[in-house]
């Protein structure tokens, strides 16, 4: 039980520091410690330079603290004087004024060693002067009073330690560092006003963003409105730092255990601290409740209760505040070195093939799992991985402070109840378990989730980067289903993860209400104690805090699951990856080498002896899968060298065959990082035929290509990748298949100005090419066939000539024009930096607070909205009337009567387990309508991105839309409807417990509203700023995503060139400088406004007590408890309501850009590709045609005066054009690169605008008929085959409407076809394991399998559907890896013919679809076409073909 206090410890406090004891250790200490920091300091391990930047002393601070330090060690000795025996009072306080006095004339090394000192020593001195002078004064009924020197000495201390806590800090520069590099970042860092600001602004009031707030408030504020960075969280520092530590400790645990070591050590101490002071409200409310029972029995006055209240709240408030303070700065480092680590990791390994992340995912499935891409996989490693371990931060909190906090709860229930609270301990401790156990359920099912996050992932960025394959075959439809298969896969594990956490909420509710129960009723039955209004009041609040402790660790837990996953999965990824191949540097040369792919290829290139002429030229030709590529690769490191030597230069420039472009302007993709050279670049575009280009395009060199190059045809994408190439100063050049994409006058005009003449003189080039006129010309001839060297021919010194084509040579007046309209249109304008954050954030939006009822709409509409809140307003009126009946029984002993505790503690119970079951429900209403509406909003997000006009897509990074796919849609997933729940459920809390307490004292009414509007208003201010931080947060996020996702489609590419893998890495450092800035501010505007509220809400909960204290003897005890209990809660509820007020405004910013993309405008299918201004009258009628399903019943196409555009107020592309195709002519489109052959084929297709004009086909205005039924109706083999994940079969078709008879049918149209024509693999070339991923997974095929050997899935059919194959034949069930990546170009090309012929449709086009075969595969797609074409009696398919051969 516990006592009121008696005077006895007031008088010996007082003695002690009297004494001088106190006082004498506090001057040893110091002057030991000011010795053990000058020695340090003054070191030479530590030495730092006078001349550096560091920030010296404010003059006007040190003088005002300088006279009150005199003043306070005046008036100490004066005390003394009074009382002789408190002389030593004065020895700190001297100390102090002597350091100070030093300090003035001091180096700026000493006045920082000593600042710390006397700040100490001042609050020590006037806490000690306190105790002793003070606080005897406050007994009641004492009649000792405070000498006029002692008030002096305590004022004149208090005074000079305000004046320390609003001094600014003087800032020290950061300290020299071994990597140069990071150290010329962190050595011209400036001091930021985090850095500078008072003890108190650091500690107590964040006030070094009220300029941030002031200006969000008024207006809008940008990244230039923001504190800038400080130097310790510079993200080249961080990597430097985190990558030391991984060589240190392997696993990802350690390394950030390791790498944050001291950031989680102060989170230790801040947590463990606040989970203590916590316990010191309840205890002065205990001591109010006390007094207000018997105010003739107290021996303290009661203003010490209140005063300790307040401290107790605040004390609360100031620790957590910078317990997250600085766990949110672990966040931002986190979250920076561990991106750049893995993008550091990927840059400088070869890149992951076996999908060993989602192994840990499948662990004991026996289902077939779901392949994943690597690119995808790194993203979601990025963007949820690392995220996940960053989140389970508070992990701390569950090991430090719930265990402080509940054995400090447990000494205080002992005192309260005495040994009944070991009881209700007791089954607190044994009933962890069942949460435990859960936990454990919850952690095997979020390892699901992650599986289908990765796969829904990789489905959609693969989905989206070919996204015009997708509506050229008009597969939309197709890809929707598919992505939501995936995405229903996901959500069902999420859901399974959402009834976890509702079992793991209830019994965190219940079980601290059980052990509540099981106190009292041991209290009152077996002890035999009345329940008064001190002990219930103050055991409800400490059982409280319990629930609250519990609830935290039900709540981390989710977070910390995940976070084991991740980390897995993580240290999965840094296990299977293996360094690149490094080869000594010299001229290129391969001695008896032998390369792998990877582990799971079987196919080798092997025994290869190439002595490659330094300076010449070597073509490297042969059929398609015969290893040209993979030769090159082995030659840039990228595959596993198993046998043999090679050396190469250390610069390499590589133009892979599917060019590689940054999503910058061209010039910027040309230059790549290098310096601008004038007369260098002039050379290069015209040896590249650009010239002419450059003139069509509407900026120029300065045009943005776009994601992947979309804006340049094909030949100008491969064009401007040699010119980077060539432009480059790279002694060794490898080329793959650079002419394929090109026509005949263009590659000549390649060939002739970059071969044939000096612009590659003296440089290494190796060319892979079909073009039988360039191995003639060539110095070293090299042919390829199954992975080995089939032939090697010398012509060493030969002479390269221009080739002569059939129709006349080179036009050099082109290409003398094309020059001269470089110089006269490039040299005049510099390149413009693209602010990509702006972008973002104008694309980002905004969105109002009260969308919320919007997003709640999608849960089921407004029926199931009033049953949310209805259930949150029963649950929050259960939760008041526990306490209002444990009132209702305190005052029951009050009175003197008999109590019937039986019917009393049977209405408590029902009261609380009827409120933690309607708690239950309510969270699972919310959290299922948030299911639905997520579920509904991701298929309107995929259907608008995939119907949305390929036009979008031009100025659209995909990194941009991932993003939204990722954190936006993860978002909707958990955090909004929390964030809405939680919002609702703050606004209902407060009405309730202002509404209680007012009810019982009218008068805090006063107090109460002016606290909510004081918190409502800070709140707003807090929000206006908060909501353009976020927005700012997200959109300096999105161009991280984007270099990381553009990145890893061209590693090789990157990887070549010396130094720019470190260029790349800086790139990011600095997109993630703008990102690590602006999080950070968002995270400490939280604090900015929680610490207000905070301050507001624990006056109101004092003004409580005061107006409590005042009515002692009018208002029963009982219902005071009740008042304070609910009063005390309310600081906590007027925060959450705040914080959840911006988290929503913040979070509905996800559903806003969500919603974005679902209303994106689909593709007009009635006349929306029309220009406005046409003229035709036959369009005036815009209704659509319904058209036969027999349509069209001919090849038929017509051209009527058509005039095109891409962009309705663009240029005009085609002009005036008018020409006829009749049904069954085979018709051939040339020109050179950029003409318009494209355009023409694209315009079939209504990719482009129709400005005026007809086009018919069968008859039909093409204009007048759907989209969908258009191209169903035709079928188009592109420039650039695409393949994706999955099966032959899910390539040929995937909406699975076609028989299987017709599937079969086209794969045996090419097998004759001599891209297909391999031998049987070699037994010495396989690999144990490698031929399947597990036992249900087809074999993985590569470039280099041969397709006509059967796979272990071809033998029998699939469902029952599959293809009977027989070995020797292409299986439908043969896997297929992203981006056909197991394939050659030419075997993509000729898979893609075979999807042509599925189709069977009366009009066929081919845009240069043979470009990237050899002769003889050309051949066979010839033969291949010509049978299927003259199939039939009637000759009525068309075929129009774009070809440079």
Same mark, same amino acid.
């Given at each position: 039980?516990?006592?009121?206090?008696?005077?006895?410890?007031?008088?010996?406090?007082?003695?002690?520091?009297?004494?001088?004891?106190?006082?004498?250790?506090?001057?040893?200490?110091?002057?030991?410690?000011?010795?053990?920091?000058?020695?340090?300091?003054?070191?030479?391990?530590?030495?730092?330079?006078?001349?550096?930047?560091?920030?010296?002393?404010?003059?006007?601070?040190?003088?005002?603290?300088?006279?009150?330090?005199?003043?306070?060690?005046?008036?100490?000795?004066?005390?003394?004087?009074?009382?002789?025996?408190?002389?030593?009072?004065?020895?700190?306080?001297?100390?102090?004024?002597?350091?100070?006095?030093? #300090?003035?004339?001091?180096?700026?090394?000493?006045?920082?060693?000593?600042?710390?000192?006397?700040?100490?020593?001042?609050?020590?001195?006037?806490?000690?002067?306190?105790?002793?002078?003070?606080?005897?004064?406050?007994?009641?009924?004492?009649?000792?009073?405070?000498?006029?020197?002692?008030?002096?000495?305590?004022?004149?201390?208090?005074?000079?330690?305000?004046?320390?806590?609003?001094?600014?800090?003087?800032?020290?520069?950061?300290?020299?560092?071994?990597?140069?590099?990071?150290?010329?970042?962190?050595?011209?860092?400036?001091?930021?006003?985090?850095?500078?600001?008072?003890?108190?602004?650091?500690?107590?009031?964040?006030?070094?963003?009220?300029?941030?707030?002031?200006?969000?408030?008024?207006?809008?504020?940008?990244?230039?409105?923001?504190?800038?960075?400080?130097?310790?969280?510079?993200?080249?520092?961080?990597?430097?730092?985190?990558?030391?530590?991984?060589?240190?400790?392997?696993?990802?645990?350690?390394?950030?255990?390791?790498?944050?070591?001291?950031?989680?050590?102060?989170?230790?101490?801040?947590?463990?601290? %606040?989970?203590?002071?916590?316990?010191?409200?309840?205890?002065?409310?205990?001591?109010?409740?006390?007094?207000?029972?018997?105010?003739?029995?107290?021996?303290?006055?009661?203003?010490?209760?209140?005063?300790?209240?307040?401290?107790?709240?605040?004390?609360?408030?100031?620790?957590?505040?910078?317990?997250?303070?600085? =766990?949110?700065? &672990?966040?931002?480092?986190?979250?920076?070195?561990?991106?750049?680590?893995?993008?550091?990791?990927?840059?400088?390994?070869?890149?992951?093939? +076996?999908?060993?992340?989602?192994?840990?995912?499948?662990?004991?499935?026996?289902?077939?799992?779901?392949? =994943?891409?690597?690119?995808?996989?790194?993203?979601?490693?990025?963007?949820?991985?690392?995220?996940?371990?960053?989140?389970?931060?508070?992990?701390?909190?569950?090991?430090?402070?719930?265990?402080?906090?509940?054995?400090?709860?447990?000494?205080?229930?002992?005192?309260?109840?005495?040994?009944?609270?070991?009881?209700? $301990?007791?089954?607190?401790?044994?009933?962890?378990?069942?949460?435990?156990?859960?936990?454990?359920?919850?952690?095997?099912?979020?390892?699901?989730?992650?599986?289908?996050?990765?796969?829904?992932?990789?489905?959609?960025?693969? @989905?989206?980067?070919?996204?015009?394959?997708?509506?050229?075959?008009?597969?939309?439809?197709?890809?929707?289903?598919?992505?939501?298969?995936?995405?229903?896969?996901?959500?069902?594990?999420?859901?399974?993860?959402?009834?976890?956490?509702?079992?793991?909420?209830?019994?965190?509710?219940?079980?601290?209400?059980?052990?509540?129960?099981?106190?009292?009723?041991?209290?009152?039955?077996?002890?035999?104690?009345?329940?008064?209004?001190?002990?219930?009041?103050?055991? &409800?609040?400490?059982?409280?805090?319990?629930?609250?402790?519990?609830?935290?660790?039900?709540?981390?837990?989710?977070?910390?699951?995940?976070?084991?996953?991740?980390?897995?999965?993580?240290?999965?990824?840094?296990?299977?990856?293996?360094?690149?191949?490094? @080869?000594?540097?010299?001229? &290129?040369?391969?001695?008896?080498?032998?390369?792998?792919?990877?582990?799971?290829?079987?196919?080798?290139?092997?025994?290869?002896?190439?002595?490659?002429?330094?300076? *010449?030229?070597?073509?490297?030709?042969?059929?398609?899968?015969?290893?040209?590529?993979?030769?090159?690769?082995?030659?840039?490191?990228?595959?596993?060298?198993?046998?043999?030597?090679?050396?190469?230069?250390?610069?390499?420039?590589?133009?892979?065959?599917?060019?590689?472009?940054?999503?910058?302007?061209?010039?910027?993709?040309?230059?790549?990082?290098?310096?601008?050279?004038?007369?260098?670049?002039?050379?290069?575009?015209?040896?590249?035929?650009?010239?002419?280009?450059?003139?069509? &395009?509407?900026?120029?060199?300065?045009?943005?290509?776009?994601?992947?190059?979309?804006?340049?045809?094909?030949?100008?994408?491969?064009?401007?990748?040699?010119?980077?190439?060539?432009?480059?100063?790279?002694?060794?050049?490898?080329?793959?298949?650079?002419?394929?994409?090109?026509?005949?006058?263009?590659?000549?005009?390649?060939?002739?100005?970059?071969?044939?003449?000096?612009?590659?003189?003296?440089?290494?080039?190796?060319?892979?090419?079909?073009?039988?006129?360039?191995?003639?010309?060539?110095?070293?001839?090299?042919?390829?066939?199954?992975?080995?060297?089939?032939?090697?021919?010398?012509?060493?010194?030969?002479?390269?000539?221009?080739?002569?084509?059939?129709?006349?040579?080179?036009?050099?007046?082109?290409?003398?024009?094309?020059?001269?309209?470089?110089?006269?249109?490039?040299?005049?304008?510099?390149?413009?930096?693209?602010?990509?954050?702006?972008?973002?954030?104008?694309?980002?939006?905004?969105?109002?607070?009260?969308?919320?009822?919007?997003?709640?709409?999608?849960?089921?509409?407004?029926?199931?909205?009033?049953?949310?809140?209805?259930?949150?307003?029963?649950?929050?009126?259960?939760?008041?009337?526990?306490?209002?009946?444990?009132?209702?029984?305190?005052?029951?002993?009050?009175?003197?009567?008999?109590?019937?505790?039986?019917?009393?503690?049977?209405?408590?119970?029902?009261?609380?387990?009827?409120?933690?079951?309607? =708690?239950?429900?309510?969270?699972?209403?919310?959290?299922?309508?948030?299911?639905?509406?997520? #579920?509904?909003?991701?298929?309107?997000?995929?259907?608008?991105?995939?119907?949305?006009?390929?036009?979008?897509?031009?100025?659209?990074?995909?990194?941009?839309?991932?993003?939204?796919?990722?954190?936006?849609?993860?978002?909707?997933?958990?955090?909004?409807?929390?964030?809405?729940?939680?919002?609702? +459920?703050?606004?209902?809390?407060?009405?309730?417990?202002?509404?209680?307490?007012?009810?019982?004292?009218?008068?805090?009414?006063?107090?109460?509203?002016?606290?909510?509007?004081?918190?409502?208003?800070?709140?707003?201010?807090?929000?206006?700023?908060?909501?353009?931080?976020?927005?700012?947060?997200?959109?300096?996020?999105?161009?991280?995503?984007?270099?990381?996702?553009?990145?890893?489609?061209?590693?090789?590419?990157?990887?070549? #060139?010396?130094?720019?893998?470190?260029?790349?890495?800086?790139?990011?450092?600095?997109? $993630?400088?703008?990102?690590?800035?602006?999080?950070?501010?968002?995270?400490?505007?939280?604090?900015?406004?929680?610490?207000?509220?905070?301050?507001?809400?624990?006056?109101?909960?004092?003004?409580?007590?005061?107006?409590?204290?005042?009515?002692?003897?009018?208002?029963?005890?009982?219902?005071?408890?009740?008042?304070?209990?609910?009063?005390?809660?309310?600081?906590?509820?007027?925060?959450?309501?705040?914080?959840?007020?911006? +988290?929503?405004?913040?979070?509905?910013?996800?559903?806003? #850009?969500?919603?974005?993309?679902?209303?994106?405008?689909?593709?007009?299918?009635?006349?929306?590709?029309?220009?406005?201004?046409?003229?035709?009258?036959?369009?005036?009628?815009?209704?659509?045609?319904?058209?036969?399903?027999?349509?069209?019943?001919?090849?038929?196409?017509?051209?009527?005066?058509?005039?095109?555009?891409?962009?309705?107020?663009?240029?005009?592309?085609?002009?005036?054009?008018?020409?006829?195709?009749?049904?069954?002519?085979?018709?051939?489109?040339? *020109?050179?690169?950029?003409?318009?052959?494209?355009?023409?084929?694209?315009?079939?297709?209504?990719?482009?605008?129709?400005? =005026?004009?007809?086009?018919?086909? +069968?008859?039909?205005?093409?204009?007048?008929?759907?989209?969908?039924?258009?191209?169903?109706?035709?079928?188009?083999?592109?420039?650039?085959?695409?393949?994706?994940?999955?099966?032959?079969?899910?390539?040929?078709?995937?909406?699975?409407?076609?028989?299987?008879?017709?599937?079969?049918?086209?794969?045996?149209?090419?097998?004759?076809?001599? %891209?297909?024509?391999?031998?049987?693999?070699?037994?010495?070339?396989?690999?144990?394991?490698?031929?399947?991923?597990?036992?249900?997974?087809?074999?993985?095929?590569?470039?280099?399998?041969?397709?006509?050997?059967?796979?272990?899935?071809?033998?029998?059919?699939?469902?029952?559907?599959?293809?009977?194959?027989?070995?020797?034949?292409?299986?439908?069930?043969?896997?297929?890896?992203?981006?056909?990546?197991?394939?050659?170009?030419?075997?993509?090309?000729?898979?893609?013919?075979?999807?042509?012929?599925?189709?069977?449709?009366?009009?066929?086009?081919?845009?240069?679809?043979?470009?990237?075969?050899?002769?003889?595969?050309?051949?066979?797609?010839?033969?291949?076409?010509?049978?299927?074409?003259?199939?039939?009696?009637?000759?009525?398919?068309?075929?129009?073909?774009?070809?440079?051969?």
């Amino acid at each position: 039980m516990v006592k009121s206090p008696d005077a006895d410890w007031v008088l010996e406090a007082s003695r002690i520091a009297k004494s001088g004891v106190i006082q004498t250790c506090l001057v040893a200490f110091v002057l030991v410690w000011t010795a053990i920091e000058t020695t340090c300091r003054y070191s030479s391990l530590v030495n730092i330079p006078e001349t550096t930047k560091a920030v010296r002393f404010s003059l006007p601070y040190e003088i005002f603290s300088q006279l009150s330090r005199g003043a306070a060690f005046t008036f100490t000795l004066i005390s003394g004087y009074h009382y002789h025996q408190y002389w030593y009072g004065a020895l700190p306080v001297g100390l102090a004024f002597l350091l100070g006095l030093a #300090r003035l004339q001091a180096t700026p090394k000493w006045q920082r060693v000593s600042l710390h000192q006397i700040n100490f020593l001042l609050f020590t001195s006037l806490v000690t002067l306190t105790t002793a002078y003070l606080l005897p004064s406050l007994r009641m009924r004492s009649d000792e009073e405070v000498e006029n020197a002692g008030v002096g000495a305590i004022g004149s201390l208090a005074f000079a330690s305000l004046i320390a806590l609003v001094t600014p800090r003087e800032w020290g520069p950061p300290p020299a560092i071994e990597n140069m590099a990071v150290y010329k970042h962190i050595s011209e860092a400036q001091p930021t006003p985090e850095e500078t600001s008072s003890w108190f602004v650091r500690y107590f009031s964040f006030g070094w963003l009220t300029p941030v707030i002031w200006k969000g408030w008024r207006t809008q504020v940008d990244m230039d409105d923001i504190p800038g960075l400080p130097w310790y969280d510079e993200p080249s520092l961080l990597l430097d730092r985190i990558l030391k530590v991984r060589e240190r400790y392997k696993t990802t645990l350690w390394t950030v255990l390791s790498f944050q070591r001291s950031e989680i050590v102060a989170m230790s101490f801040w947590i463990a601290s %606040s989970f203590a002071v916590e316990l010191v409200a309840p205890f002065a409310m205990y001591q109010i409740l006390t007094y207000i029972s018997s105010p003739n029995d107290a021996v303290l006055h009661p203003v010490i209760w209140l005063a300790l209240l307040f401290m107790g709240l605040m004390g609360k408030s100031i620790t957590t505040h910078q317990y997250v303070f600085t =766990s949110t700065r &672990l966040v931002v480092r986190l979250k920076s070195a561990m991106t750049q680590e893995l993008y550091h990791r990927a840059l400088s390994s070869m890149e992951l093939e +076996d999908d060993v992340i989602n192994d840990i995912a499948t662990r004991g499935a026996k289902e077939q799992r779901t392949q =994943s891409t690597s690119a995808g996989r790194l993203a979601n490693l990025m963007a949820s991985d690392v995220d996940a371990v960053f989140k389970a931060r508070d992990a701390v909190t569950g090991f430090v402070g719930v265990p402080v906090g509940i054995v400090i709860s447990t000494i205080g229930l002992y005192k309260l109840v005495g040994w009944t609270s070991l009881v209700g $301990l007791a089954f607190l401790v044994l009933s962890i378990s069942f949460p435990v156990w859960i936990a454990r359920m919850m952690s095997k099912t979020q390892r699901k989730v992650k599986l289908a996050q990765d796969s829904r992932i990789s489905l959609i960025s693969e @989905y989206l980067e070919a996204i015009k394959a997708i509506k050229y075959f008009s597969w939309e439809d197709a890809i929707i289903k598919r992505i939501q298969e995936a995405r229903e896969n996901e959500q069902k594990e999420l859901w399974h993860v959402c009834l976890w956490y509702a079992l793991i909420g209830q019994c965190v509710e219940l079980i601290p209400v059980i052990t509540l129960l099981l106190i009292f009723s041991l209290y009152i039955g077996v002890i035999k104690q009345p329940l008064t209004a001190p002990i219930a009041f103050t055991t &409800l609040s400490v059982v409280t805090i319990l629930r609250r402790n519990l609830e935290f660790v039900s709540s981390i837990s989710r977070s910390v699951t995940e976070a084991q996953v991740s980390i897995e999965r993580l240290d999965k990824f840094y296990s299977n990856t293996a360094p690149l191949t490094q @080869y000594p540097e010299g001229p &290129l040369q391969i001695e008896k080498a032998t390369f792998r792919r990877s582990k799971r290829v079987p196919f080798l290139i092997k025994d290869i002896s190439i002595d490659f002429v330094e300076g *010449g030229l070597n073509i490297i030709n042969g059929q398609s899968g015969s290893g040209k590529t993979s030769l090159l690769l082995s030659i840039l490191g990228e595959t596993t060298l198993e046998k043999g030597m090679v050396t190469r230069p250390g610069d390499v420039a590589f133009a892979s065959q599917t060019p590689w472009l940054q999503s910058e302007t061209i010039r910027d993709n040309i230059l790549f990082h290098a310096p601008f050279e004038q007369v260098r670049y002039d050379r290069v575009i015209e040896a590249c035929c650009l010239g002419l280009d450059f003139e069509e &395009l509407p900026k120029g060199d300065l045009t943005e290509v776009g994601e992947n190059g979309t804006s340049l045809s094909g030949g100008q994408k491969s064009r401007v990748a040699v010119a980077r190439a060539l432009y480059s100063k790279a002694p060794l050049l490898l080329l793959d298949d650079i002419f394929s994409a090109l026509d005949a006058k263009t590659a000549a005009s390649l060939w002739k100005h970059s071969f044939c003449s000096d612009m590659l003189k003296g440089r290494t080039v190796v060319l892979v090419t079909q073009m039988p006129w360039v191995a003639s010309q060539a110095d070293l001839a090299i042919t390829m066939e199954a992975g080995t060297v089939k032939n090697i021919e010398r012509n060493i010194g030969v002479v390269r000539t221009p080739v002569e084509l059939e129709y006349g040579t080179t036009n050099n007046e082109e290409s003398q024009e094309s020059t001269t309209t470089l110089k006269g249109k490039n040299r005049a304008g510099s390149p413009k930096v693209k602010d990509e954050i702006s972008n973002e954030m104008s694309a980002s939006g905004t969105s109002g607070r009260f969308t919320f009822l919007r997003y709640m709409l999608h849960w089921g509409g407004p029926g199931y909205v009033i049953l949310a809140l209805a259930s949150n307003v029963i649950a929050n009126a259960a939760l008041l009337g526990t306490t209002w009946w444990l009132s209702v029984w305190v005052n029951a002993y009050n009175k003197k009567e008999a109590v019937n505790v039986a019917f009393y503690i049977t209405i408590y119970a029902a009261f609380n387990v009827g409120q933690a079951f309607l =708690s239950g429900i309510s969270w699972l209403i919310f959290n299922r309508g948030a299911w639905l509406a997520a #579920r509904k909003l991701h298929r309107g997000l995929i259907e608008g991105l995939l119907n949305v006009s390929l036009g979008w897509w031009k100025n659209i990074p995909v990194g941009r839309v991932v993003n939204r796919l990722s954190r936006d849609v993860g978002s909707l997933d958990s955090q909004l409807s929390t964030v809405v729940r939680y919002f609702i +459920d703050g606004g209902m809390a407060i009405f309730f417990r202002v509404g209680a307490v007012s009810s019982i004292m009218p008068i805090f009414m006063l107090p109460a509203l002016c606290t909510v509007g004081i918190g409502i208003v800070c709140g707003e201010m807090y929000i206006r700023t908060a909501v353009v931080l976020k927005r700012l947060v997200s959109s300096s996020q999105s161009p991280v995503f984007s270099q990381f996702s553009g990145s890893m489609s061209g590693l090789a590419v990157i990887r070549a #060139r010396q130094n720019m893998p470190e260029t790349f890495r800086d790139q990011l450092a600095d997109r $993630l400088r703008s990102f690590s800035r602006s999080q950070e501010t968002s995270f400490n505007l939280n604090r900015w406004v929680g610490v207000r509220v905070d301050f507001v809400a624990a006056l109101v909960t004092v003004s409580a007590g005061t107006i409590a204290l005042w009515k002692v003897g009018v208002v029963e005890a009982g219902l005071v408890g009740f008042s304070l209990s609910n009063a005390t809660g309310l600081n906590s509820q007027i925060l959450v309501l705040v914080r959840f007020m911006n +988290d929503l405004e913040v979070e509905l910013q996800s559903f806003h #850009r969500v919603e974005e993309y679902v209303k994106l405008p689909a593709e007009d299918e009635k006349d929306g590709l029309r220009h406005p201004d046409t003229d035709s009258e036959s369009h005036e009628d815009s209704s659509l045609l319904e058209v036969p399903e027999d349509w069209p019943r001919a090849g038929t196409i017509e051209f009527r005066n058509v005039t095109v555009r891409y962009d309705p107020d663009g240029p005009d592309i085609l002009k005036d054009i008018s020409l006829k195709f009749k049904a069954g002519q085979r018709v051939a489109v040339v *020109g050179r690169t950029g003409s318009g052959k494209s355009t023409l084929v694209l315009s079939l297709l209504r990719f482009t605008h129709i400005v =005026s004009g007809q086009i018919l086909y +069968d008859g039909v205005d093409i204009t007048r008929i759907s989209l969908k039924r258009l191209r169903q109706a035709l079928t188009i083999i592109p420039q650039e085959a695409t393949l994706f994940n999955g099966t032959v079969r899910t390539n040929l078709d995937p909406s699975g409407t076609v028989p299987v008879q017709t599937l079969e049918s086209a794969l045996r149209s090419c097998t004759g076809i001599a %891209s297909f024509d391999f031998r049987e693999s070699s037994s010495d070339n396989s690999i144990n394991g490698a031929e399947t991923i597990d036992g249900n997974d087809p074999m993985v095929l590569t470039e280099q399998t041969p397709l006509l050997s059967s796979s272990p899935s071809s033998s029998s059919p699939t469902n029952g559907s599959g293809s009977n194959s027989t070995p020797g034949s292409l299986s439908l069930d043969t896997r297929v890896l992203a981006k056909g990546e197991n394939f050659s170009h030419g075997q993509r090309q000729v898979l893609s013919l075979c999807r042509a012929l599925v189709r069977k449709s009366k009009l066929m086009l081919l845009d240069e679809a043979t470009a990237s075969m050899d002769y003889e595969t050309d051949k066979g797609v010839q033969v291949a076409l010509r049978q299927e074409l003259d199939a039939g009696d009637e000759k009525t398919r068309t075929l129009v073909t774009i070809a440079h051969r």
